[in-house]
């Protein structure tokens, strides 16, 4: 009996690993949704009507679009499709009636006298029903283009150009890594020493969403507690003082809610004898005055 149990229970798991890398499965929504973007640019609102579910929700910069509202748009033949080209799609099967399709799409088409925003990262979600798949939820995230970070640096450059700062530095990356980095103006005005993207900066209070962050994934870990006293996590003793009418032990989420008000009392020390990346420090560093 029981290894009659064993023998079911590894071929229900050998049954759900298949079905989450059914190569049937890929081709069939990789072969629909290839199929949409055909359709899409011939103004098909026919297939449109099949392949979308009742309940399908379309997701954009100009809001949410039913099912109705999807197929009347194509149809209309508003908007001109010149070219496209979809990459580095992949197909991840959640259950097995559920799959989500991603990739990157990149295309030239304009609506009316406005240019639709491209390249884009694109999430399909297909549902199977009656036997067939449809797509139930469309999502595009505008990804930034070439255009889009010359205009950036652009404005970087007026900026040190104005006077308004004496040098810039910037790096952009994405999940392959950088793409793209440098720096305008002088780290030092008075020996004309040129910025690069290695110039150091002060962080400043840039410190405290960065701390936020590390703050929260250390709760997520449960390795930091925000309702218990910021002296149970550092070394050495926070002030205990009544500021403005707060009389307690620091808490680090009262600290995290800038109500603590310890501000240079800490940092000072984490730049004294006290090492620099501890996280209590920058959690206590809340105030900037």
């Known amino acids: 009996m029981f290894r009659a149990c064993l023998a079911v229970m590894a071929i229900s798991l050998s049954a759900s690993v298949s079905r989450a890398q059914s190569p049937t499965v890929t081709a069939e929504l990789e072969r629909l949704e290839r199929a949409s973007w055909v359709a899409w640019q011939n103004h098909d609102g026919k297939f449109f009507s099949d392949f979308l579910?009742?309940?399908?929700?379309?997701?954009?910069?100009?809001?949410?679009?039913?099912?109705?509202?999807?197929?009347?748009?194509?149809?209309?033949?508003?908007?001109?499709?010149?070219?496209?080209?979809?990459?580095?799609?992949?197909?991840?099967?959640?259950?097995?009636?559920?799959?989500?399709?991603?990739?990157?799409?990149?295309?030239?088409?304009?609506?009316?006298?406005?240019?639709?925003?491209?390249?884009?990262?694109?999430?399909?979600?297909?549902?199977?029903?009656d036997g067939r798949w449809r797509n139930a939820i469309y999502q595009q995230t505008p990804a930034p283009s070439q255009r889009d970070l010359t205009s950036a640096t652009d404005s970087l450059r007026k900026l040190v150009q104005s006077g308004f700062v004496p040098s810039v530095a910037y790096s952009v990356s994405d999940r392959a890594g950088i793409v793209e980095e440098?720096?305008?103006?002088?780290?030092?005005?008075?020996?004309?020493?040129?910025?690069?993207?290695?110039?150091?900066?002060?962080?400043?209070s840039v410190a405290k969403s960065l701390t936020a962050i590390a703050a929260l994934r250390a709760v997520d870990a449960g390795r930091l507690d925000l309702d218990r006293p910021a002296n149970s996590s550092i070394p050495g003793e926070l002030p205990k003082s009544d500021v403005a009418g707060v009389s307690h032990k620091l808490g680090v989420r009262l600290q995290r809610q800038h109500d603590s008000?310890?501000?240079?009392?800490?940092?000072t020390a984490q730049l004294g004898d006290r090492p620099f990346l501890m996280l209590p420090y920058y959690l206590s560093a809340t105030r900037d005055k």
């Open 53 to 129: 579910s009742d309940d399908h929700s379309e997701v954009g910069g100009s809001g949410i679009a039913n099912k109705q509202s999807v197929v009347s748009f194509v149809a209309s033949g508003a908007c001109t499709v010149s070219n496209y080209s979809l990459d580095e799609m992949n197909v991840r099967q959640l259950a097995e009636n559920v799959a989500v399709v991603t990739y990157r799409a990149t295309q030239n088409t304009t609506c009316g006298k406005t240019k639709v925003p491209s390249p884009a990262w694109v999430s399909s979600t297909f549902v199977k029903r």
């Open 182 to 204: 440098g720096a305008f103006g002088f780290a030092d005005v008075e020996h004309r020493r040129t910025a690069s993207a290695f110039t150091a900066y002060p962080v400043a």
């Open 261 to 267: 008000l310890t501000g240079y009392v800490v940092a």
